[in-house]
């Protein structure tokens, strides 16, 4: 199958909007209405329902393993890295909700963890510690994936990952940081809330 397939299955599971979805079930209305009106696990949080927001995470997460794994056995390797970077576009921009998704987070983590490990749970590790520091989950996010193309280069240098995973991440690295650009200014003007505050 041609590479646009896989793009276009990985778009179909990174579309699912957990948070909405979860919210929704929980009782408490259109995600969408509250604080940033994002769908992600950070605006989840502001809920007050930290086992939801655990929740969206691990699912926004595992949609993004899904998709690699499902490109990676129908196709190998290439149309696994297809399918992971359509399960981001489809996380940011998924059609049933016109085209307004979340921030991509979790589903590139997911998808970097399940496309080349290392590189994944390098991201993965300085997304925790730059949150646990700064408590600031966009600052989080900016850091793990701005490391994440170098990390995948010198993975790739020892034989731990291809290069398509270092084009992979560069990828997903300027998608996750064209979509917080409102939170890149607030970090520079110094009003970007905290984790569990704000928009």
């Keep these: 199958m041609p590479p646009p397939v896989f793009l276009a299955l990985g778009y179909l599971l990174g579309a699912i909007p957990f948070g909405l979805l979860l919210t929704r079930a929980a009782g ?4 969408r209405k509250v604080g940033s009106g994002n769908i992600g696990a950070t605006n989840v949080l502001r809920t ?21 794994l499902l490109g990676a ?4 390797p290439e149309a ?3 399918a992971g970077a359509g399960a981001v576009l ?12 979340g921030k991509g987070v979790a589903t590139g983590l997911g998808v970097l963890l399940a496309a080349a490990f290392p590189v994944g749970l390098v991201a993965c590790g300085v997304w925790l510690a730059v949150a646990r520091l700064a408590r600031m989950s966009s600052l989080a ?6 490391l994440a193309p170098a990390a995948a280069l010198g993975f790739a240098a020892v034989g731990l990952a ?13 998608l996750v940081f064209l979509r917080h650009h409102a939170n890149i200014r607030r970090l520079l003007a110094g009003t970007e809330p905290r984790i569990g505050q704000g928009a």
């Excluded at 056995?73 to 190998?76: F, R, Y």
């Excluded at 489809?90 to 085209?99: D, E, I, K, Q, Y």
């Excluded at 996010?141 to 701005?146: I, R, S």
């Design 28 to 31: 408490l209305g259109d995600i």
């Design 48 to 68: 007050g329902r930290k086992g939801l927001a655990a929740a969206t995470v691990l699912l926004d997460g595992a949609k993004g393993v899904a998709a690699v």
């Design 73 to 76: 056995a129908l196709g190998g």
């Design 80 to 82: 696994a890295l297809w």
């Design 90 to 101: 489809g996380h940011l921009f998924p059609v049933w909700l016109g085209f307004r998704g």
């Design 141 to 146: 996010a900016l850091a793990a994936f701005a």
């Design 162 to 174: 291809g290069l398509g995973v270092v084009k992979l991440s560069l990828a997903i690295a300027v």
